[in-house]
């Protein structure tokens, strides 16, 4: 299962022609070369569930050998529903942050980021939840900043085996008095 920061990462490479070098997930020691190249940071903000459901499954589920009710197996299927706060930051010696922010947001509404989005069961918002520029906290270093934080809805899905005891294939004697 990929993270959710490493598909918005794809995303964002894919629709803006960035090498490998120019994109990485928050907190990975990574130095910002003193040239004129965009960078982004994608990082987790914060989490919220929304939905944590769990149900069992007798018929037979695609991918999984044998087939429930002949075998007698039988699955539980959890599914956690979640509200991802994403941000990505934009690092440039130059003023390509301020430039190209638009062409991040774009990014989530183009045709290979709607078939990602479809793959990973997942919604990215178009519209960012804030866009700041936070160039100020670099200080004297000339480095210019841009922060969007963005919203992502997703779904996490776990199919499990489980016990299952089949009613008919056990030796039961039944009695009727009279």
Same mark, same amino acid.
């Given at each position: ?35 004129k190249k965009l960078?982004?940071v994608v990082g ?39 509200? #991802? ?6 690092? &440039? =010696? @130059?003023?390509?942050? $301020? *430039?190209? !922010?638009? #062409? ?6 183009? &045709? =290979? @980021?709607?078939?990602? $989005? *479809?793959? !990973? ?8 939840? &804030? ?8 200080g004297a270093t ?37």
């Amino acid at each position: 299962m990929s993270l959710t920061t490493q598909i918005i990462c794809d995303i964002i490479k894919n629709c803006l022609s960035l090498s490998n070098e120019q994109i990485w997930i928050y907190n990975q020691r990574r130095h910002i070369p003193e040239d004129k190249k965009l960078y982004v940071v994608v990082g987790l903000l914060s989490y919220k569930c929304y939905g944590n459901n769990i149900y069992q499954d007798y018929s037979s589920i695609t991918g999984i050998t044998g087939t429930t009710g002949v075998t007698g197996n039988a699955y539980d299927v959890m599914s956690q529903y979640m509200r #991802e706060s994403v941000t990505v930051d934009l690092f &440039s =010696y @130059s003023t390509l942050p $301020q *430039e190209r !922010y638009g #062409e991040v947001l774009g990014s989530f509404g183009s &045709s =290979y @980021s709607q078939r990602v $989005q *479809e793959e !990973y069961a997942m919604r990215i918002a178009t519209i960012p939840i &804030s866009m700041n520029d936070v160039s100020h906290i670099e200080g004297a270093t000339l480095l210019n900043r841009m922060s969007l934080t963005l919203q992502v809805l997703r779904k996490y899905s776990n199919i499990i085996s489980t016990e299952y005891y089949d009613m008919e294939t056990q030796d039961t004697e039944v009695r009727v008095n009279k």
